[in-house]
């Protein structure tokens, strides 16, 4: 079966520090990966999404940014952190079944970032 | 307007209770639909896939409305456990991948 992990669950960062999220999939090949938001009391918010190796689209400008440099690994990053930043980031993952807007997302147990 | 919008809530009820919650999305060119189910600093789960024919498991039944682009779910002899927020989903087919999420709708059933 597959299985989705993220690390670290939790974090406090200053701002102005750098950011690292890892997420990796398991139990099958070429998923499609994201990362999502949810700010406090807030709905979803799609950041990026990966079809493939070193394929990757944002979709919302900011200070962050993503890297796939394995097929099953997804990882999040920025280099100075801001307070806004703060939420509980998601990796997810889906089938790349060839027609992505019929799949269902499954995701991580995700990460709290507070900055302060 | 919000592409998928759903009621916040909180919805109240008592266990055993019969609760609907309702979503509207905008875009016509939205093809599949879920309801998620996430609970207290949690991540999203699947709960159910919504069919144009409606679908039901157990005490959860879900429909969809093309024409009106409306979504339900209905839980019936609601359980303290069914307390947390439900995420209406859209998937969209655009040429390109989109998924949307809505807001949520929290539930909260009291003894």
């Known amino acids: 079966s597959q299985t989705i992990h993220q690390w670290p669950a939790t974090l406090v960062q200053p701002v102005g520090s750098p950011l690292s999220l890892e997420c990796t999939v398991e139990?099958?090949?070429?998923?499609?990966l994201y990362w999502y938001r949810q700010a406090a009391g807030r709905g979803l918010q799609l950041l990026f999404y990966?079809?493939?190796?070193?394929?990757i689209s944002s979709e919302v400008p900011q200070n962050l940014s993503a890297s796939r440099p394995q097929d099953r690994q997804f990882i999040l990053s920025s280099k100075k952190l801001l307070l806004s930043d703060s939420g509980f980031y998601l990796c997810?993952?889906?089938?790349?079944?060839?027609?992505?807007?019929?799949?269902?997302?499954?995701f991580g147990e995700g990460s709290w970032l507070t900055v302060v | 307007r919000k592409e998928v919008e759903q009621d916040p809530g909180p919805f109240n009820v008592p266990e055993g209770a019969t609760v609907a919650f309702n979503c509207t999305y905008s875009?016509?060119?939205?093809?599949?639909f879920f309801w998620y189910r996430q609970d207290c600093r949690k991540e999203p789960k699947l709960l159910m896939s919504?069919?144009?024919s409606g679908n039901e498991d157990g005490r959860f039944t879900a429909q969809l409305n093309r024409a009106s682009q409306y979504i339900s779910l209905l839980i019936r002899d609601s359980k303290l456990s069914d307390s947390a927020t439900y995420l209406c989903?859209?998937?969209?087919?655009?040429?390109?991948?989109?998924?949307?999420f809505g807001a949520g709708t929290r539930l909260f059933v009291k003894a």
């Open positions: 989903v859209v998937n969209l087919n655009t040429g390109g991948f989109k998924t949307i």
């Open positions: 139990g099958t090949s070429n998923p499609n």
């Open positions: 875009n016509s060119a939205s093809q599949s």
């Open positions: 990966s079809v493939g190796i070193g394929q």
């Open positions: 919504v069919y144009s």
């Open positions: 997810a993952w889906a089938p790349n079944q060839g027609d992505p807007s019929g799949n269902t997302i499954y």
